[in-house]
């Protein structure tokens, strides 16, 4: 009996020989979602700086279909809301990326280590704070420093963590006020949020699906507490509208938007990390790419900018398969998506 070759296994193997076939039509990405077990996909493309295309299938649960407004959970996207936030407290005088963290904020964990007196939001942004990427990865559970800030590069939520305490504490102000003044108001990002309240639309509400398609129980209490570096609620169009923003540096100079994307510490050849952005250098269309990507249980999401062409692609889900979805996205949408993909 001859296998069946799915919609899918051919989608891949274009991405395998580099063909390019720009949007898949709603048909197919139907097919990708189902086959892939993905309830939803919100997808926008960015060309010549403006957002020429959005939408949202599938659905948000139990067959409730998802509308193009729908909200989705974006994970570690939100570092790079963190990093906006800080650069442009920078930008206005009123942040020091080099300043010590220390003369705002200590967490008690690391009170006695003298390397807490060493680190930086510079240290943060850059992924090169010491600490794991959660404290409870430690033994005892506690924070603690594995290396001298800015002496390694390390993945670390906590230490977005540690930047929004010292940020919350230096302005008498919290986190998600900050964010609201400084990045989601002056972009326009109604729809989004870093921290839940009680004005978000449940029946717009995607919840996070497990490898099968089944729900995962979404606990509303447990992000009424603001997070710098996870759950970052927002919609394909306010995503889209925040590369667009970071695309043209609004609210940075041209100064401190150098700093953010200057690769600061090597990943692999052609990728490093900058500020709160991963770095792809010297790609064959003559440009560089700055991406993000969120993966939480049941969370997949991607944001992909090409600043010199003001090009980008915002890919979000909410299934545990997510992952090889968004991936489909950058080799389909992007004209140097396989190249990109074949750094990771």
């Not at 594995?146 to 230096?170: C, H, I, M, N, W």
């Not at 969370?299 to 890919?315: C, D, F, M, T």
């Amino acid at each position: 009996m001859r296998k069946k070759i799915t919609l899918l296994a051919l989608l891949q193997l274009s991405i395998l020989v580099g063909q390019q076939t720009g949007i898949p039509t709603e048909n197919e990405l139907r097919i990708i979602i189902s086959e892939s077990n993905i309830p939803a996909l919100g997808l926008g493309i960015i060309e010549n700086g403006k957002i020429s295309h959005s939408q949202v299938i599938g659905h948000l649960k139990d067959s409730l279909k998802a509308p193009n407004n729908a909200i989705f959970d974006t994970a570690s996207i939100t570092k790079s809301i963190t990093t906006w936030l800080t650069l442009r407290l920078v930008d206005k005088g009123l942040f020091d990326l080099d300043e010590p963290l220390f003369t705002y904020w200590v967490d008690p964990d690391v009170a006695d280590d003298p390397y807490h007196k060493l680190l930086t939001a510079r240290h943060v942004l850059g992924h090169k704070s010491g600490f794991k990427n959660w404290r409870y990865m430690n033994e005892d559970g506690k924070l603690g420093f594995d290396f001298k800030p800015g002496s390694k590069v390390q993945y670390s939520g906590e230490g977005f963590e540690y930047l929004r305490e010292a940020l919350t504490r230096k302005f008498d102000t919290s986190f998600s006020e900050l964010v609201r003044t400084w990045v989601f108001d002056p972009i326009k990002m109604k729809d989004s949020h870093v921290v839940w309240d009680d004005s978000i639309e449940m029946s717009r509400l995607t919840i996070a699906h497990d490898a099968e398609g089944n729900p995962y129980e979404f606990d509303v209490e447990a992000r009424r507490t603001a997070s710098a570096a996870d759950d970052f609620l927002t919609t394909v169009d306010d995503l889209c509208r925040f590369g667009l923003s970071v695309m043209g540096k609004e609210g940075l100079s041209e100064e401190v938007f150098r700093q953010m994307i200057a690769p600061k510490s090597a990943v692999r050849d052609g990728v490093a990390f900058g500020l709160g952005w991963i770095v792809f250098e010297n790609l064959s269309n003559g440009e560089y790419a700055l991406l993000n990507a969120g993966s939480d249980k049941g969370v997949n999401a991607i944001i992909l900018l090409l600043p010199e062409s003001k090009r980008g692609l915002v890919a979000l889900t909410n299934g545990d398969n997510g992952r090889k979805v968004v991936m489909q996205m950058i080799a389909k949408t992007i004209d140097v998506g396989s190249e990109i993909l074949g750094r990771f």
